[in-house]
């Protein structure tokens, strides 16, 4: 129980914020990276606690209160599969700013319908 | 884009280096902290560097995308072998009541190929945004 | 002005429900899985480092697949580096 977890809670909301106020896909892309860094910033924050080392058998000793490792090998592959997207995302919008000549939604909007 | 000479030169010293953290964090990730996605990461930056040395190099992509394809089915196999010495899929294929020390095989040679396919795969998306850009 | 007021109500009553959320996320901790890891993970898996243990061992499918999504995408960035449509 401690502060830090309201901490995360205020990233998603600026997050979507920007999603649903930015007018450019760049601050979109920015955005969803925010989303997935306050996942795991909470699932960090939810097994912290200040006396415990890492969970690694020949770093303990005497006390044997470790870290849980579960959401530390969950978030390897969410941070993985981020930056794939994130990637992904970022060649989608070159093509749109080749092929359409800017990156404005309301532009983009206006120039389909 | 002119780059600084002293930038060469220190990328040129610290190239082999971090080869070779990369190297040491994917071959003990069994035993201290590392594996092979972080290790990975690093290599990857390990070539990174190689566009400061020389920025005008090409390299193969459809080659990479085929040695990431083929490093794919590798990981899978080994993790089927499983089915056929303990009788489950996606396990340790070493017989259970073998000796641990005997155990790290698999977990060297997995953290080994998880390590090469996560370099491929995001030298593949540099060079990709590199190309783009020229 | 009017969607940046709806977008500030709605994200009010997210965070009026994540607040219920917290009061309650004491009750939701647990440590039987990390008990389990720590007393069974290296006799079971051979590997001192328990995430290792975790990621390679008791969630092998999971981080296998997540190799496939990598692969995916870059399979995706690739073929659009290629098609270049201008206008």
């Known amino acids: ?113 | 884009m002119r780059i600084s000479l002293i930038l060469v030169c220190i990328s040129r010293l610290l190239y082999p280096f971090i080869l070779l953290f990369g190297f040491y964090i994917i071959l003990n990730g069994d035993k201290s902290p590392g594996g092979g996605f972080q290790g990975g990461v690093i290599l990857a930056t390990a070539f990174f560097i190689t566009y400061f040395i020389d920025p005008k190099k090409i390299i193969n992509l459809k080659l990479l995308v085929k040695i990431e394809k083929y490093l794919f089915a590798l990981i899978l196999i080994v993790a089927c072998i499983s089915y056929f010495t303990n009788g489950e899929f996606f396990t340790n294929f070493i017989p259970v009541d073998s000796p641990i020390e005997n155990k790290r095989i698999f977990l060297i040679l997995l953290n080994f190929f998880i390590g090469l396919k996560v370099t491929t795969g995001l030298i593949a998306v540099f060079s990709a945004f590199i190309e783009e850009g020229r | 002005m009017i969607k940046r007021m709806f977008a500030i109500i709605i994200l009010v009553v997210i965070m009026f429900a994540f607040w219920l959320a917290y009061l309650e996320i004491g009750e939701l901790k647990n440590e039987y899985a990390k008990n389990y890891y720590l007393d069974k993970g290296f006799e079971e898996t051979g590997s001192k480092n328990l995430v290792t243990a975790i990621y390679l061992d008791y969630r092998l499918f999971d981080s296998i697949f997540e190799a496939g999504i990598l692969l995916l995408a870059v399979t995706g960035i690739m073929f659009m580096s290629k098609n270049d449509e201008r206008r």
């Open chain 1, 1 to 113: 129980m401690n502060i830090d977890i309201l901490l995360s809670f205020f990233v998603v909301l600026i997050s979507l914020f920007g999603l649903v106020v930015s007018r450019n896909i760049i601050k979109s892309i920015i955005c969803f990276n925010m989303l997935q860094a306050s996942a795991v910033l909470l699932f960090l924050n939810f097994v912290h606690s200040k006396e415990a080392v890492i969970p690694i058998l020949s770093s303990i000793d005497s006390n044997k209160n470790i870290v849980d490792p579960l959401p530390q090998a969950l978030m390897i592959t969410a941070i993985v599969i981020g930056a794939a997207i994130t990637a992904l995302a970022l060649m989608f919008s070159i093509k749109i700013f080749h092929y359409y000549g800017t990156l404005d939604w309301d532009e983009l909007i206006k120039r389909e319908g």
